[in-house]
């Protein structure tokens, strides 16, 4: 396929398709008729040898291959508005874009409530696709797959950029009447500690905490018996067993007012970390991938800024 043989007036037409999920309401925000909206699904179709919009039982919905192409359509779309307007304004009340978070549920707690709500005042038709960032989040982003990234970073490819949005600390999630805390009178010692056994809360499945980290400096280590992904399960287990996780304050503070843990400092010395967001060159320059990451770190700072002391 040929560049040159393609009318590129169906990757507009692409777009609206797949960001309307259907030809009446594609045709309505391109102000076309139905029918030439039609007419250029068709076209897409023979030039993509795909279906592109199918119906399900939920409405008309992207194939794989549509839904691949969203985002590099979007961008190219983009930088073409861009180059030629470059000094057009964003107006976030009229419009209407989808961007994907990588996030961990622990960040997404903290975060989204407060950015969801700005959203809903300033930008109403700006939707966002939440995902749980995993192990290949960063090859997500540069593949054009998702718009950002938020987490705690290591070292970042050389074409990311990044922003600190908030800072927290460790902090041990048990329960008020656990029997070691209470044989020890409420302290959590290194030996109550490391008498019981652990949650570990890994976005990998493998490789050691920082916690494990200090202790195996120390020649100590702590017993795990579960290894989770998600920040919210290990509430409800410790809830319900003898287990201690450590777990960022933020969300600690919040899950034990729910179920009457106690929040207890590590009886080790760990330091603060930072939460940041991350997006890749791809997006660097759009117009409206700015003012969302923009706002994003404004929420974050306004709203967390007094520490990892402050939930």
């Known amino acids: 396929m040929n560049i040159r043989d393609i009318d590129l007036n169906l990757l507009v037409f692409l777009d609206a398709l797949l960001r309307e999920k259907s030809v009446t309401k594609a ?15 068709r076209r897409l179709r023979k030039l ?5 919009l199918v119906r399900t039982a939920s409405g008309m919905q992207p194939t794989a291959r549509a839904e ?6 979007r961008n190219a779309l983009s930088q073409m ?4 307007a470059p000094n057009r304004a964003f107006e976030p009340a009229t419009a209407e874009r989808l961007f994907t978070i990588l996030i961990t549920d622990y960040a997404a707690s903290v975060l989204m409530p407060r950015v969801v709500g700005v959203l809903e005042e300033e930008a109403p038709n700006i939707a966002l696709n939440i995902l749980s960032a995993g192990s290949d989040a960063i090859d997500q982003v540069e593949r054009g797959e998702a718009d950002f990234l938020v987490n705690r970073f290591g070292k970042l490819p050389a074409n990311f950029h990044q ?3 908030w800072s927290d600390r460790m902090a041990c999630l048990i329960r008020k009447d656990h029997p070691a805390l209470l044989a020890a009178g409420g302290e959590l010692t290194l030996e109550t500690f490391l008498s019981e056994k652990h949650i570990l809360i890994t976005q990998t499945g493998v490789g050691l905490s920082r916690i494990d980290e200090v202790l195996a400096d120390a020649g100590r ?10 920040y919210q399960l290990p ?3 410790v809830a319900n067993s003898n287990m ?5 304050a933020r969300i600690a503070r919040y899950q034990a007012r729910h179920l009457g843990l106690a929040v207890l400092e590590p009886p080790l010395k760990l330091p603060a970390f930072d939460i940041g967001i991350a997006w890749g060159a791809l997006d660097h320059h759009d117009v409206a991938h700015r003012w969302l990451r923009e706002r994003i770190v404004t929420i974050a700072r306004e709203a967390l800024q007094q520490g990892p002391h402050h939930a």
């Open 163 to 165: 922003q600190r949005l």
């Open 244 to 248: 201690i996780v450590a777990l960022p």
């Open 68 to 73: 691949a192409l969203r985002r590099p359509v």
């Open 221 to 230: 280590s702590r017993r795990i018996s579960v290894l989770t992904r998600h």
């Open 235 to 237: 509430r409800e287990l």
């Open 48 to 52: 993509l040898g795909d279906p592109v």
């Open 81 to 84: 508005e861009a180059a030629i």
């Open 27 to 41: 045709a309505l925000a391109m102000d076309i008729s139905q029918p030439a909206m039609s007419n250029a699904l």
